[in-house]
């Protein structure tokens, strides 16, 4: 059974130490692939060196590239630039997607109209760059609908997007990102005894559109909630959506696999 995180911060400090022996144990969990998150430009950088670094036949690593909304209020001319550069040589630096990208007013880190218009802004690079892009939807659905809206009929939304991650929204929110060519990512919190909505999400969403992730080091699914969180967890991830689909982790596996090589292009 071979398995792929879709989304760990590998780049992260909690990882500078062990970095080695993460990586070890996630192959000795039958990781195949991992796609490193970022999630700012000093992580976007530190992400490239580590996939192209790190990155082997056994354990291949991938990365996005992208400014989260928390650091909105830092994109500049020379931010937008320094992404389109990395982007226009993204097989060398091993980046697969634009992320993550999007809106966050629970934390509100920067002006929501800064992060709207950044928001845009990298839209227009992922259009360009004809590349996905990793969305990160927080308190802000109607926001960043209406934005999507927009690029969808502009016709400057890819037919298939990319992937909400860590979707945590209603049924007619999924339906909508589907009706987008969206994909679904899910994360530990599947595992939590409280996850009532994720678990009807994720049973009626196709299972040709949905991809596991960890997020890591955050997000650390049961039995190892309230430690970090490492690629090795997400077979916890995979187990329960197997259980909620009610097919084996195998065929679950095999899906989840399938979609992400689909979509980044892998
Ligand atoms: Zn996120
Ligand atoms: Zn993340």
Redesign the pocket.
């Known amino acids: 059974m071979a398995l792929i995180d879709t989304h760990a911060h590998l780049s992260d400090e909690r990882y500078a130490e062990d970095l080695d022996e993460v990586l070890l144990r996630a192959r000795e969990a039958g990781l195949t692939k991992i796609i490193l998150a970022s999630a700012a430009m000093d992580d976007s950088r530190d992400s490239i060196r580590i996939a192209a670094g790190k990155n082997s036949a056994e354990l291949e690593l991938w990365c996005m590239v992208g400014v989260h909304p928390h650091d909105s209020d830092k994109y500049t001319d020379e931010t937008h630039d320094q992404l389109r550069s990395w982007l226009s040589d993204r097989v060398r630096n091993r980046i697969v997607a634009l992320g993550?990208i999007g809106l966050d007013y629970f934390y509100d880190l920067s002006p929501r109209d800064i992060q709207r218009q950044v928001f845009r802004r990298q839209l227009d690079l992922a259009f360009e760059a004809d590349i996905p892009i990793v969305l990160?939807e927080r308190d802000a659905v109607m926001d960043t609908l209406i934005i999507l809206e927009e690029y969808h009929r502009a016709g400057r939304l890819k037919s298939v997007p990319g992937v909400v991650?860590?979707f945590s929204g209603s049924e007619e929110v999924a339906e909508k990102l589907l009706s987008y060519g969206f994909y679904l990512g899910f994360d530990g919190p599947v595992t939590f005894k409280n996850s009532k909505r994720a678990p009807y999400v994720i049973s009626m969403t196709p299972a040709d559109r949905l991809l596991i992730e960890t997020?890591s080091p955050y997000l650390t699914p049961v039995p190892f909630r309230g430690h970090r969180n490492e690629p090795c967890y997400v077979k916890y991830v995979l187990e329960k959506m197997a259980e909620i689909k009610g097919v084996s982790p195998e065929i679950m596996a095999e899906a989840t696999m399938e979609n992400a090589c689909r979509l980044f292009g892998i």
Request: one cysteine or more; a negative charge; aromatic letters at 0%.
């Open positions: 993550e990160h991650h860590c997020d």
